[in-house]
């Protein structure tokens, strides 16, 4: 089993930086990929950062060049910082572990930019 935890997120304005952190821990054994998702209501789940154990990166068009994804393979931690924000990324953001085995989810952390 993986226990997944986030933290951060919080209420910034338009324009403004927050940074997400979540941690793994538990049985995390072999290549695996840690990711952030979002979910707006009324929307479905969408992918807004990767990495993989071997550091490669993948962004969707929305977030490119705003957001960055990080990760620390020792301590089975991953960060995203984001910045630029917009109303439109207001949303629940929710760390994911991916195995070969199964998805594990964190519990979600609520973003929202608004003035």
């Known amino acids: 089993q993986v226990q997944v935890v986030e933290s951060g997120g919080g209420l910034v304005q338009p324009g403004g930086s927050l940074r997400l952190s979540c941690a793994a821990s538990g049985s995390i054994v072999g290549f695996y990929v840690m990711g952030w998702y979002r979910q707006a209501p009324g929307k479905q789940r969408e992918l807004v950062a990767s990495?993989?154990?071997?550091?490669?990166?993948a962004y969707p068009d929305s977030v490119k060049g705003r957001f960055t994804i990080s990760r620390d393979n020792a301590k089975n931690t991953v960060s995203l910082r984001m910045n630029s924000l917009k109303p439109e990324d207001t949303a629940v953001y929710y760390c994911?572990?991916?195995?070969?085995?199964?998805?594990?989810w964190g519990q979600g952390t609520q973003v929202t930019v608004s003035s």
């Open positions: 990495i993989t154990s071997s550091g490669t990166i």
């Open positions: 994911n572990v991916h195995f070969i085995r199964g998805d594990y």
